[in-house]
T-cell receptor
Framework: ETGVTQTPRHLVMGMTNKKSLKCEQH?????MYWYKQSAKKPLELMFV???????ENNSVPSRFSPECPNSSHLFLHLHTLQPEDSALYLC?????????????FGSGTRLTVV | AQSVTQLDSQVPVFEEAPVELRCNYS??????LFWYVQYPNQGLQLLLK??????LVKSINGFEAEFNKSQTSFHLRKPSVHISDTAEYFC??????????FGAGTRLTVKP
């Protein structure tokens, strides 16, 4: 158990579907992140939340919509995705936005868009 | 631009042999340095980190990394690897603008 739980572990969706990814942490961390991991590429930072407020959006297409209702939960709402969006989506948290002690990652959601 | 380069995408090695996974980063005034490990079907786990002080840092499972400021490197080493060390390893650098950058990863495969 890493302390950060992501559900579902696997998701297959059509391009017209709407689905949501969930991330939960009970580590008392104040910052949470969404990353996209594609084969042979560095992790891509998508969104950052600090004390429930979004502080970064790295030019992510609007078909990805994050939500952070409290410091323990983070969602990624998906709609009208493209096949190139297929990837492993990782949630992470850190004690503070500085992240100087490192990030704690969840096991990820393997997304396949068909 | 701030970047992290892992020079080898794949490193095959025999069991009990030494290994070095290389990491270089673009220079900055101050950085925090990390190595993460990812086992199949799992997220990234923090292996070790350098924040300040001694330039040699160690993990509990025998890995170590040395911060070299002049060469802007943070290479990961282990004197004798095990089959269970087979995984993907990511170098990450936290720049002072709060931006954490990850390398593309090095797949370490330990063969019997």
């Amino acid at each position: 158990e890493t302390g950060v739980t992501q559900t579902p572990r696997h998701l297959v969706m059509g391009m017209t579907n709407k689905k949501s990814l969930k991330c939960e942490q009970h580590l008392g961390h104040n910052a949470m992140y969404w990353y996209k991991q594609s084969a042979k590429k560095p992790l891509e930072l998508m969104f950052v939340y600090n004390f429930k407020e979004q502080t970064e959006n790295n030019s992510v297409p609007s078909r990805f919509s994050p939500e952070c209702p409290n410091s323990s939960h983070l969602f990624l709402h998906l709609h009208t995705l493209q096949p190139e969006d297929s990837a492993l989506y990782l949630c992470a948290s850190s004690q503070a936005r500085t992240g100087m002690y490192g990030y704690t990652f969840g096991s990820g959601t393997r997304l396949t868009v068909v | 631009a701030q970047s992290v380069t892992q020079l080898d995408s794949q490193v095959p090695v025999f069991e009990e042999a030494p290994v070095e996974l290389r990491c270089n980063y673009s220079s900055s005034v101050s950085v925090y340095l990390f190595w993460y490990v990812q086992y199949p079907n799992q997220g990234l786990q923090l292996l070790l980190k350098y924040l300040s002080g001694s330039t040699l840092v160690k993990s509990i499972n025998g890995f170590e990394a040395e911060f070299n400021k002049s060469q802007t490197s943070f290479h990961l080493r282990k004197p004798s690897v095990h089959i269970s060390d087979t995984a993907e390893y990511f170098c990450a650098v936290k720049y002072n603008n709060n931006d954490m950058r990850f390398g593309a990863g090095t797949r370490l495969t330990v063969k019997p």
